[in-house]
């Protein structure tokens, strides 16, 4: 008995810690909490150690690091500096310019991870909107929005997805066979009720910004990409597409190595291995096998509520463990694809709720307050929540 309560205390303050960011009195961020709620699962008997490694999702973390790779060799190459003045030479209107920046944040979201693309481009979005003297609080709306949106699309656009594509088999075409529409109807209703909410912020560009840019060196990384995407059009398990891409970048006459693995963030990477050590002990748990039996009462093999419960969730927890709790109740659907594939597309749409409900969306808040430009709680809520509503409802009704 006492095991079970340790367990589902443990858990709990993991959750929250990770929920929140950091826990009240403790200098710990969400890494370390869930290193430490690891051991701790480990040191009440939640798990032994042969459960704790076989809980680790190797493969998971090999895209994770394959993807920093790849984006860190594009970043190196000026890649996302030239998308942003890409955006900039063809808008004419900050409807316009809005438009195409969230089309571009999208599209790059569905090939690469949203974080590291909202990281690479939210600098660059604020220096198009002070040269263009418009707003960039709608800008940096539209970019979190469309990134979480358009990483809703493939197997590689977010974490969430990845971990679901490992469980579920599906490849990456047919998932984005299956999601592409709704991630793009989704777009389409983002970016208009940005427009709509602030319509007296976005006017006709009187100037177009210079942004001094270096030469595309890129042929590296271009080659790395084209081999990645026709990996996964054929069907190559992701994971290995992912890390022969990378391998590919990592061959270099003149770069150091460690200049070209400095991009892997070795920090995220422990935190999802520490966090599948810590959803297994959970699943192990009493607490667990009740809150199974009461979601799959209320979900009872319908979609619409499994759907709802997954967004609900992951804004609870967060969308990672959200997927990891709610992978068992896929065996209640007749259909368990389509089943995967309304989680994939609600726990990551759900993203776009609330400042705090993604990981891209603190991203983009905190860059910006380095620009002296707050992107608050509210600011967000008035057109993240909507969204949100409107996305998953659009996803559920493709889907289903």
């Given at each position: 008995m006492w095991r079970e309560i340790a367990t589902s205390l443990i858990v709990g303050i993991v959750m929250y810690g990770i929920a929140v960011g950091r826990l009240p009195w403790l200098a710990l961020n969400r890494t370390t909490i869930a290193l430490i709620g690891a051991a701790a699962l480990l040191a009440v008997g939640a798990l032994d150690g042969d459960q704790a490694w076989h809980a680790i999702d190797i493969p998971t973390l090999v895209i994770l690091a394959g993807m920093m790779i790849i984006n860190g060799a594009l970043e190196e190459a000026g890649f996302f500096r030239h998308a942003a003045a890409w955006i900039a030479r063809f808008a004419r209107h900050g409807r316009t310019l809005l438009g195409i920046m969230m089309l571009v944040s999208a599209v790059l979201s569905a090939i690469f991870l949203n974080d590291t693309v909202?990281?690479?481009?939210?600098?660059?979005?604020?220096?198009?909107?002070?040269?263009?003297?418009?707003?960039?609080?709608?800008?940096?709306?539209?970019?979190?929005?469309?990134?979480?949106?358009?990483?809703?699309?493939?197997?590689?656009?977010?974490?969430?997805?990845?971990?679901?594509?490992?469980?579920?088999?599906?490849?990456?075409?047919?998932?984005?066979?299956?999601?592409?529409?709704?991630?793009?109807?989704?777009?389409?209703?983002?970016?208009?009720?940005?427009?709509?909410?602030?319509?007296?912020?976005?006017?006709?560009?009187?100037?177009?910004?210079?942004?001094?840019?270096?030469?595309?060196?890129?042929?590296?990384?271009?080659?790395?990409?084209?081999?990645?995407?026709?990996?996964?059009?054929?069907?190559?398990?992701?994971?290995?597409?992912?890390?022969?891409?990378?391998?590919?970048?990592?061959?270099?006459?003149?770069?150091?190595?460690?200049?070209?693995?400095?991009?892997?963030?070795?920090?995220?990477?422990?935190?999802?291995?520490?966090?599948?050590?810590?959803?297994?002990?959970?699943?192990?748990?009493?607490?667990?096998?009740?809150?199974?039996?009461?979601?799959?009462?209320?979900?009872?093999?319908?979609?619409?509520?499994?759907?709802?419960?997954?967004?609900?969730?992951?804004?609870?927890?967060?969308?990672?463990?959200?997927?990891?709790?709610?992978?068992?109740?896929?065996?209640?659907?007749?259909?368990?694809?389509?089943?995967?594939?309304?989680?994939?597309?609600s726990s990551t749409l759900a993203g776009n709720s609330t400042l705090l409900a993604s990981v891209a969306n603190l991203i983009v808040a905190e860059r910006a307050a380095q620009h002296d430009i707050t992107l608050d709680f509210v600011t967000y809520l008035k057109i993240g929540l909507p969204v949100t509503i409107a996305s998953v409802a659009i996803a559920i009704w493709w889907l289903t």
């Open positions: 909202v990281f690479l481009l939210t600098p660059l979005v604020i220096m198009v909107a002070r040269q263009t003297n418009t707003s960039p609080i709608p800008l940096l709306l539209g970019l979190a929005l469309s990134a979480n949106i358009g990483s809703s699309a493939t197997i590689t656009g977010n974490p969430q997805n990845i971990v679901i594509g490992n469980l579920s088999g599906i490849g990456f075409v047919p998932f984005l066979q299956a999601l592409w529409i709704p991630s793009l109807l989704s777009l389409i209703v983002a970016w208009a009720m940005l427009t709509l909410l602030y319509r007296n912020q976005l006017h006709v560009l009187h100037s177009t910004p210079h942004l001094t840019l270096p030469p595309l060196n890129a042929p590296h990384a271009l080659v790395a990409i084209v081999v990645l995407t026709i990996a996964l059009l054929v069907g190559v398990n992701p994971a290995v597409a992912v890390m022969i891409a990378a391998g590919l970048l990592l061959i270099r006459r003149h770069t150091p190595a460690a200049n070209l693995l400095h991009p892997i963030d070795g920090s995220l990477l422990l935190f999802f291995a520490a966090l599948f050590i810590v959803t297994a002990g959970f699943r192990e748990s009493a607490t667990a096998a009740w809150m199974y039996a009461q979601s799959a009462t209320f979900i009872d093999g319908q979609l619409i509520p499994f759907a709802v419960s997954a967004a609900l969730l992951s804004n609870l927890i967060s969308n990672v463990p959200a997927v990891l709790v709610l992978q068992d109740v896929i065996t209640q659907f007749a259909n368990p694809t389509q089943a995967w594939l309304v989680l994939a597309a």
